[in-house]
């Protein structure tokens, strides 16, 4: 099994900045890519960004420029840095951990980054 904890999400103004945090624990080598998903009230949930264990990166247009994702495989924890917040950026935050032995997705409980204009 594999567990993922989110953490560092809050209540900040526009323009500021938050930096989540996931980490890993568990049976970790059977996880390889990572990815942060957000879900705003009454909307789908959306992939914001995704990490390879290898360090490729991708995000969604609307956050490009803004997140930085990354990911420390010696502490097994994934970042998310977000800068320059708007108030559309207000959601709740999961992270995923792809699991390739059993082919599984992971998700953690969530947290709430809450982004005033």
């Known amino acids: 099994q594999v567990q993922l904890v989110e953490s560092g999400g809050g209540l900040v103004q526009a323009g500021d900045s938050l930096r989540l945090s996931c980490a890993v624990s568990g049976s970790i080598s059977s996880i390889d890519a990572l990815a942060w998903y957000r879900q705003a009230p009454g909307k789908r949930r959306e992939h914001v960004a995704g990490?390879?264990?290898?360090?490729?990166?991708s995000y969604t247009d609307s956050v490009k420029g803004r997140f930085t994702v990354s990911r420390d495989n010696a502490k097994n924890t994934m970042y998310l840095q977000m800068n320059s917040l708007k108030p559309e950026d207000t959601a709740v935050y999961y992270c995923v951990g792809y699991g390739i032995t059993p082919p599984r997705d992971y998700w953690g409980q969530g947290t709430q980054g809450t982004v005033s204009s």
């Open positions: 990490i390879t264990y290898g360090g490729s990166t």
